[in-house]
């Protein structure tokens, strides 16, 4: 039995966590619990933190997103591997980076995370008050805010790439957690995807991921209108980034790289 996360929504005995399993993947920090407020209010019927700690135990293999991760996982079992979160380049459309008199910054996601852009907002609307011209296109969250500046889209995966596409600069910011720590910058691996550079918070894999030649990391209110002016004023930095980061993405976090490793692992179990 392969299990990714989690079998159910909810905890089941005798069924999740499952007696036996073979392999067990996951991607963010379900030990500590999501901190999310959806989710804190089923705790405890959901009891992630207990079921994926059952779950790591009892797993001949578990297969970490990111060191991070598999260094928390070892604390219960010593077969652990590292095979990240990986996205498709081939099939993603490649973002155009033009002059234009109005720059696009997207935000992809969902409800559980939005409310990491609130620290930026205040900010983008500073600078657009400023003489900026800069739009925030929010995708699969909705921030609460309506300004003429932010457009929010829901998220479909017919419209996904189409989105990531019409980005000039995708953002991750996150809160510095243990939780956030856990994560495995899939926004960022999206964005490199579509050739879009990124401005992310200097927290767990965004460090690894963003580089000054794929775009820029920001920690504080001061380090994000810095970074924003910076990759909105300059086209082409944005194109020579956005192209590091596809070839980046494609050598290090594609499928392609990756399949052959998780196809080797799962047949050595077999």
């Given at each position: 039995?392969?299990?990714?996360?989690?079998v159910?929504l909810?905890?089941l005995?005798?069924?999740?966590?499952?007696?036996r399993?073979?392999?067990?993947?996951f991607d963010?920090d379900?030990?500590?619990?999501?901190p999310?407020?959806?989710?804190?209010?089923?705790?405890?019927?959901?009891?992630?933190a207990?079921?994926?700690?059952?779950?790591?135990?009892?797993?001949?293999?578990?297969i970490?997103?990111?060191?991070?991760?598999?260094?928390?996982?070892?604390?219960?079992?010593?077969?652990?591997e590292v095979?990240?979160?990986?996205v498709?380049p081939?099939?993603?459309?490649?973002?155009?980076h033009?002059?234009h008199?109005?720059?696009?910054?997207?935000?992809?996601?969902?409800h559980?995370t939005?409310?990491y852009?609130r620290?930026?907002?205040?900010?983008?609307?500073?600078l657009?008050?400023?003489g900026?011209?800069?739009?925030l296109?929010?995708v699969?969250g909705?921030?609460?805010?309506?300004?003429?500046w932010?457009?929010?889209?829901?998220?479909t995966?017919?419209t996904?790439?189409d989105?990531?596409?019409?980005?000039d600069i995708g953002?991750?910011p996150?809160?510095?957690?243990n939780?956030?720590r856990?994560k495995?910058?899939?926004?960022?691996?999206?964005y490199?995807a579509?050739?879009?550079?990124?401005i992310?918070s200097?927290v767990?894999?965004n460090?690894?991921?963003v580089?000054d030649d794929?775009?820029l990391?920001?920690?504080t209110?001061?380090d994000?209108?810095?970074?924003l002016?910076?990759m909105t004023?300059?086209?082409e930095?944005?194109r020579?980034?956005?192209?590091?980061?596809r070839s980046f993405?494609e050598r290090?976090?594609?499928?392609?790289?990756?399949?052959?490793?998780?196809a080797?692992?799962?047949?050595n179990l077999?």
């Amino acid at each position: 039995m392969l299990v990714h996360r989690l079998v159910l929504l909810a905890s089941l005995r005798g069924v999740d966590p499952p007696a036996r399993i073979d392999a067990y993947d996951f991607d963010d920090d379900l030990l500590v619990g999501s901190p999310a407020d959806a989710n804190q209010s089923f705790q405890w019927l959901k009891r992630e933190a207990q079921r994926a700690s059952a779950s790591i135990r009892r797993a001949r293999v578990v297969i970490a997103a990111n060191p991070f991760l598999a260094a928390r996982a070892r604390h219960l079992n010593r077969a652990v591997e590292v095979i990240p979160s990986c996205v498709d380049p081939a099939t993603q459309a490649l973002h155009q980076h033009r002059d234009h008199e109005q720059v696009t910054i997207g935000w992809i996601g969902s409800h559980t995370t939005v409310d990491y852009l609130r620290p930026v907002l205040p900010v983008i609307a500073r600078l657009n008050s400023g003489g900026r011209s800069i739009k925030l296109v929010v995708v699969g969250g909705d921030t609460g805010v309506r300004e003429p500046w932010l457009e929010h889209r829901r998220w479909t995966l017919a419209t996904q790439e189409d989105d990531l596409a019409s980005f000039d600069i995708g953002i991750m910011p996150v809160p510095d957690t243990n939780w956030a720590r856990g994560k495995s910058g899939y926004k960022i691996l999206q964005y490199f995807a579509a050739g879009v550079p990124a401005i992310a918070s200097p927290v767990g894999l965004n460090v690894e991921l963003v580089s000054d030649d794929r775009g820029l990391l920001a920690e504080t209110e001061a380090d994000w209108k810095r970074a924003l002016l910076e990759m909105t004023t300059d086209t082409e930095r944005r194109r020579v980034n956005g192209a590091a980061a596809r070839s980046f993405v494609e050598r290090e976090y594609s499928y392609q790289r990756w399949a052959p490793e998780l196809a080797s692992l799962l047949r050595n179990l077999a």
